[in-house]
């Protein structure tokens, strides 16, 4: 039922964990939508999604030619025109693709848009993440744009929860530390700390040193495999099994699986 943001710093591994975690939700018996909300999508990929399926996603955005058509009118600056529409809950199943358990959606880019800015697609977005209605045993999974700048007005406010990515270093704690404040004045009710890229103790010290007394949900290695399954195309949760199982512990420790633990292949 819950609606889960995934944020960080550029490249600390949002995707990474996004990605297995939605396997790992699928796996314990979730119905999983993951929501690419980068402009430039990659979650497929980490996902193993094969190209047949990815042609056959449709962007978020395109969502927008669907309102029209069933309200006559265009989405404005504001989600309101999801309140004149009560029906938006056949939305993921029809923009999504499914594999290996996971519903993919892409939130795309609106053709013409100011360059670098992406207010219509966080606007349709957020309409969405926040009039959608989820069922028993539904989870949304968005892995977000890099960074800070986009969450204020855009999805973040609608989630239950955000785990934030960091991995070993003073920028990518820095960021974090912002994306934090930020998450507390948007009272987003939960809020977990992922380290990603981990070499050893030295750098869970120096991470867990630099979280200002909040504690990590879990940690995940910097491992092989994750560069070998980009390389292979093939799905990071069946190529990375010691990361599937960290994976896992960490949905189990924040709360999201509650059913006794399954063997990961
Ligand atoms: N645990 C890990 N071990 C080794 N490499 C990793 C690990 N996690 C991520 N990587 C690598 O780091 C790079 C960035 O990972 P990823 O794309 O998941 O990050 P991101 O935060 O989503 O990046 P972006 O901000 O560009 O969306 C990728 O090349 C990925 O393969
Ligand atoms: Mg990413």
């Known amino acids: 039922m819950p609606k889960i943001a995934v944020a960080g710093k550029g490249g600390v591994g949002k995707t990474t964990f996004s990605g297995v975690l ?50 006559g009118a265009r ?31 892409e939130m795309g880019t609106v053709k013409g848009a100011g360059a670098g800015c992406v207010c219509p697609e966080n606007t349709i977005l957020r309409a969405l993440v926040t009039h959608l209605l989820l069922r028993e045993r539904e989870t949304v999974i968005m892995d977000m744009v890099a960074g800070v700048e986009h969450l204020g007005r855009g999805t973040a406010a609608a989630v239950d929860a955000m785990y934030v990515v960091v991995e070993p270093g003073q920028r990518s704690l820095g960021v974090a530390a912002d994306i934090v404040r930020l998450a507390d004045e948007l009272g987003i009710p939960a809020l977990w700390m992922v380290a990603n890229k981990v070499r050893g103790e030295q750098d869970l010290d120096f991470i867990r040193g630099h979280l200002g007394g909040r504690k990590l949900a879990g940690w995940l290695p910097r491992d092989d495999h994750v560069v070998e399954a980009d390389m292979q195309g093939r799905a990071l949760y069946d ?9 896992e512990a ?15 292949p």
């Open 22 to 71: 939605a396997r790992v939700l699928a796996a314990a018996g979730e119905k999983v939508y993951a929501i690419d909300a980068d402009p430039n999508p990659t979650l497929g990929q980490v996902l193993g999604f094969p190209e047949e399926l990815m042609a056959q996603v449709v962007p978020i955005v395109q969502m927008a030619d669907l309102i029209e058509e069933r309200t």
């Open 75 to 105: 989405p404005g600056e504001s989600g309101a025109y999801f309140r004149l529409n009560p029906r938006v809950d056949d939305i993921p199943e029809r923009f999504s693709v499914a594999y290996q358990g996971v519903h993919l959606l």
């Open 239 to 247: 190529a990375a099994p010691e990361l599937a199982r960290r994976v």
């Open 250 to 264: 960490i949905a189990r420790e924040t709360g999201l699986i509650h059913e006794p633990s399954v063997p990961v």
